[in-house]
């Protein structure tokens, strides 16, 4: 264990952290598209997914409560190879994110403007792309003011939420449609195609293995916070969803710029022409708090652990995590529409995200956590294989696959070349 750290942190100090480090608005309009039944997805995923997680975090923090890092875990468990794959497709998760994130923020605050300008791929792209080089100049400067504008753009995507929540559980209210609504999921093609989706929302308590040296009794905290933080994550993805069908069908529901279209309707509704400009502003500064951290490990080239001589910051990392969005995004959106295109891009995110946690969960399964590793297991598996079903809106189905496998092919490829050179460097 860590020397010297304080254990400050009590129940409610580690629930609350949990809840930041998930909760995010934008799957609600993911989840609306499905229609009421994402509340029983919503369940699912907190039953088999979150809860397994959270118990596998806090039984492997036990045994190695010296280093937390869900690569560590893997690679005391399995050795160097599979630990520095499972770091390498953690990092790499955040080059697919990072722009289906500023998509998914510029199409919102487009809305305002015309919805044809919201699906205009164009403009999406390139406001995505400006956003993400302006953010990552700031980064490799390293001004003092970035820190500010991550908290406004905290605040401001809470904000935004609670406001769409709001509004339309007045609506629901107004109409009784609360006692219409169908909890439980019609399964079929597009159910499957957005549920990796639903548990990946669920992702981001693994984070929490970095206090564990600051929590008082990590023990019994860690799994009472995870069982309330997924009471309370549950309940707002439900409550979240549940309001924006309130006001939109889920036929009509985009899921890029749901959210906009929900301030639309509820502006209609309650005479409130300033929301949707509002919610616009509110996302816009929302997707500012973009942030880049990269682990560097012994495997990576030496440049990418290089600092800038004047700012002190991880320069030659920040630009070519840069370069590689660009390119991704580019090559995502070619011979595709906007949805597709946004739609490989999360598919791209879940894969390599599941990856470390297919790792996770089978280290639990080692080390004697049977039951709940299973069934983490088998949400994970699900999610990367159900990430390879296309939506209706792609241009050619072998086109999307091909990008699919053909980008996870050269991820692990690349990553393979990294860790071999590497180890013969050693020698």
């Not at 409610?12 to 480090?21: K, M, Q, S, Y």
């Not at 919610?279 to 816009?284: N, P």
Request: positive net charge.
């Amino acid at each position: 264990m860590a020397q010297g750290l304080v254990r400050e942190l009590r129940l409610g100090d580690l629930v609350l952290f949990n809840i930041a480090a998930v909760v995010s608005i934008r799957w609600l309009s993911t989840a609306a598209r499905i229609g009421p039944g994402a509340a029983g997805l919503w369940a699912g995923a907190a039953a088999l997914f979150f809860v397994p997680l959270a118990l596998a975090v806090a039984g492997l923090n036990d045994i190695y409560p010296e280093e937390g890092g869900i690569y560590v875990w893997t690679g005391r468990s399995f050795g160097a190879w599979h630990g520095f794959l499972c770091g390498w497709c953690y990092w790499l998760s955040n080059l697919f994110y990072f722009p289906n994130l500023l998509v998914a923020g510029v199409g919102i605050s487009l809305f305002s403007l015309g919805e044809r300008y919201a699906n205009d791929a164009i403009l999406n792209t390139g406001g995505a792309l400006g956003i993400l080089w302006v953010a990552l100049g700031l980064n490799v400067v390293g001004l003092r003011l970035g820190k500010w504008v991550g908290n406004a753009g905290a605040a401001a995507t809470c904000l935004a939420g609670l406001a769409v929540v709001a509004a339309g559980w007045v609506a629901l209210g107004r109409d009784g449609g609360l006692a219409r609504m169908n909890p439980w999921p019609k399964w079929n093609w597009e159910t499957v195609n957005y549920w990796p989706q639903i548990a990946f929302a669920f992702g981001g308590l693994e984070l929490g293995a970095i206090l564990s040296g600051e929590i008082r009794d990590p023990r019994r905290t860690v799994r009472r916070a995870a069982w309330i933080s997924a009471g309370v994550i549950t309940a707002f993805y439900i409550a979240g969803t549940v309001a924006i069908l309130g006001l939109v069908p889920p036929e009509r529901i985009n899921i890029i710029t749901g959210l906009a279209q929900t301030a639309e309707a509820a502006a209609a509704r309650f005479g409130l022409p300033w929301l949707t400009p509002l919610l616009a502003g509110l996302v816009a500064v929302g997707i500012a708090r973009l942030a880049f951290t990269i682990g560097v490990d012994r495997y990576l080239p030496e440049a990418f652990g290089r600092l800038h001589a004047k700012w002190h910051t991880p320069h030659v990392a920040l630009l070519a995590q840069g370069a590689t969005c660009t390119a991704f995004v580019l090559l995502m959106q070619a011979g595709e529409g906007l949805r597709a295109a946004y739609q490989l891009l999360v598919d791209m995110t879940v894969i390599t995200y599941f990856i470390p946690f297919a790792y996770l969960f089978a280290a639990a399964w080692k080390h004697g956590q049977r039951t709940s590793a299973a069934a983490g297991m088998a949400v994970t598996a699900a999610g990367i294989a159900f990430s390879f079903v296309p939506p209706a809106e792609v241009g050619t189905v072998w086109s999307f696959e091909a990008k699919l496998a053909g980008s996870c092919a050269v991820l692990i490829g690349t990553g393979r070349y990294f860790y071999v050179r590497a180890r013969r460097g050693r020698r």
